[in-house]
């Protein structure tokens, strides 16, 4: 094996080559829901059909692909513990930064990630009140009901939205659930223009959650905070928004210091 100081041989190049493709093609394949046709793999990708059915073929061996009986290809069940692991991996980097949420609004903050069509928790730092909200770190829930759904779907083209909604179905949580697609995509141009997203008792009467992306993030992920209504007023949001905003952009450029 070459080592650093030397020159990559042909073959080596090759192989990196190889390696950024089937990755490219892992992720093609979870923007389209997990599951794809090698003809849609090469209109998206540009690259031929012999190197895609190359490529698979070797994914398929490592488990992280299957072959439907349909001849189109799926996600494998590999992926799910470097999943698994990596969440928790990004949500032990994310806690010092919403200890510091927990410290400076007095509310319990939060991490999720879109993983398919559900938010999943990642990290919790609980607040300090004797009453107060606790989400179960890996809790999945549909994004319609939550702030950091909104926050996550905002900058998603409408239509990838709706066929999400399509999907989940739109179950009420509460009577403050929105349940529309159009009053959903009206919610998210509110996010977009404000910069931040509001659960107001749409997941669980008497909670108020306020949530904004984290930039730029290697993954699609997001910050919030969640209290008692009582607590989380419109007063408060003022105060409580501009230090999401600012946490959210450390901890972007903390997860970008440890990238490649």
């Known amino acids: 094996m070459p080592s650093p100081a030397e020159p990559r041989t042909a073959a080596s190049t090759g192989g990196v080559q190889s390696l950024e493709r089937a990755f490219d093609l892992l992720e093609r394949m979870a923007d389209a829901g997990g599951e794809v046709g090698l003809s849609e793999l090469s209109a998206s990708s540009g690259l031929p059909l012999p190197t895609i059915h190359r490529l698979m ?7 992280y692909v299957r072959q439907q009986p349909n001849r189109r290809y799926a996600l494998g069940p590999r992926l799910i513990r470097l999943g698994e692991s990596a969440s928790r991996l990004l949500g032990t980097w994310a806690r010092p930064y919403l200890a510091r949420l927990v410290e400076e609004t007095g509310e319990t903050a939060n991490m999720a990630l879109l993983d398919g069509d559900e938010v999943v928790y990642v990290a919790q730092v609980p607040s300090r009140h004797s ?9 999945r829930v549909l994004p319609h009901t939550t702030g950091v759904g909104k926050a996550l779907l905002a900058q998603t083209p409408d239509a990838e939205v709706r066929a999400l909604l399509a999907r989940t179905g739109m179950p009420a949580v509460t009577d403050r659930t929105i349940t529309t697609a159009e009053g959903f995509l009206a919610e998210l141009v509110r996010v977009r223009e404000s910069g931040y997203a509001v659960d107001d008792n749409e997941q669980e009467i008497g909670v108020r959650c306020l949530a904004v992306p984290v930039p730029d993030a290697p993954t699609s992920a997001a910050i919030s905070i969640s209290g008692p209504a009582g607590r989380v007023t ?4 003022e105060r409580i928004v501009p230090v999401l905003k600012e946490v959210a952009e450390q901890l972007s ?4 210091s440890v990238a490649p």
Not at 57 to 63: D, Y
Not at 234 to 237: D, I
Request: hydrophobic share 50%; aromatic share 4%; with cysteine.
């Open 57 to 63: 073929r070797t994914l398929v061996a490592c488990g």
């Open 131 to 139: 009453m107060r909200m606790f989400t179960e770190v890996g809790r």
């Open 234 to 237: 419109e007063e408060a949001t």
């Open 253 to 256: 450029a903390a997860l970008a």
